[in-house]
């Protein structure tokens, strides 16, 4: 495996979400604290940046390729980069702003899945202290119906399919652990949840990505890498990284072979430059395409 590289040295306060969006040829990432969407087109090398007015935390292709779906603190939105056309969509959360959205993904069928957690992120972007295991596990259909599906997290994180689409792993931050439940693509439900990895060290579980292999790419927040860990919950591999606090990752690239990596600042340690940087890693393995959330008709 190749060295880890700096894409584009962002410092952002928390990186989160990266999408490699394939028709631009891009990344996109958030910064949640930051209050804004980047995109870093990869054969131009431009970097471009949206602001918006509340925490900015989960982002997932549509399929339109013109339009994404956007999680904010708040809300779900659609919104255009070519136009910045942005429209409301749907309130999972309805204790914003006690609670916040956080990591979302897309699941098989189009469904978009997305956790919550204390709210952490204060009006101007500053952190604050947030506790309780107030967050909740989320199913948003493409006609905008929510139902809920867990409960009893203190910080949501890691939303992935395994590529057969029979298990679907969500973890909480807090609690230092990763869940897998039974996912049904017939009607897009889950159950029978049960620990997956639980107390691994370094550092706790953050967003994490699935490869074509079955095995889960887990970002760890204080614990500068990421874990490759196989179906079983062994660990297979550790990445380690020259920041901290490693938030989430993607695969994307035009063979699906590289993974690019968000980091944070916010509780970096002294000396860590490129804390907040957006990673780019060729691991040698394929991920999984990202899962595009169904438009309904009209939108």
């Not at 962002?10 to 040829?25: C, Q, Y």
């Not at 204080?222 to 606090?245: F, M, Q, W």
């Not at 980091?263 to 991920?287: C, Q």
Request: aromatic share 10%; charged share 20%.
């Amino acid at each position: 495996m190749s060295s880890v590289r700096i894409l584009d040295d962002s410092k952002n306060i928390v990186g989160e979400s990266p999408l490699w969006h394939p028709e631009h040829g891009s990344v996109y990432w958030t910064d949640v604290n930051g209050f804004k969407i980047q995109r870093y087109v990869l054969q131009s090398r431009l970097k471009t940046s949206w602001d918006f007015d509340e925490p900015v935390c989960a982002l997932s292709l549509t399929t339109d390729p013109e339009c994404l779906l956007v999680a904010l603190g708040s809300r779900l939105i659609f919104w255009r980069p070519s136009t910045n056309q942005r429209s409301d969509f749907a309130n999972p959360e309805p204790n914003w702003p006690y609670n916040r959205l956080n990591d979302g993904a897309t699941d098989p069928n189009g469904v978009f899945w997305i956790g919550s957690m204390r709210n952490n992120v204060a009006p101007d972007g500053s952190n604050v202290e947030a506790s309780g295991k107030t967050g909740s596990l989320y199913r948003v259909l493409p006609d905008g119906r929510v139902s809920v599906w867990d409960t009893g997290f203190g910080i949501t994180n890691t939303l992935a399919w395994s590529p057969d689409q029979k298990t679907f792993y969500c973890g909480c931050s807090v609690s230092n652990a990763i869940y897998a439940y039974d996912y049904d693509a017939k009607d897009s439900s889950i159950g029978n949840r049960r620990p997956f990895l639980s107390g691994a060290t370094p550092g706790v579980p953050d967003g994490s990505a699935m490869d074509e292999e079955g095995y889960l790419w887990n970002c760890r927040f204080y614990g500068a890498c990421l874990l490759r860990i196989c179906p079983t919950g062994k660990l297979d591999r550790i990445v380690e990284l020259p920041v901290s606090n490693i938030t989430n990752c993607a695969f994307g690239g035009p063979s699906l072979d590289t993974l690019f990596v968000t980091t944070a600042s916010l509780f970096a340690k002294e000396g860590e430059d490129h804390a907040g940087a957006l990673l780019e890693i060729p691991v040698g393995v394929r991920g999984m395409p990202m899962n595009r959330f169904c438009l309904a008709q009209g939108r």
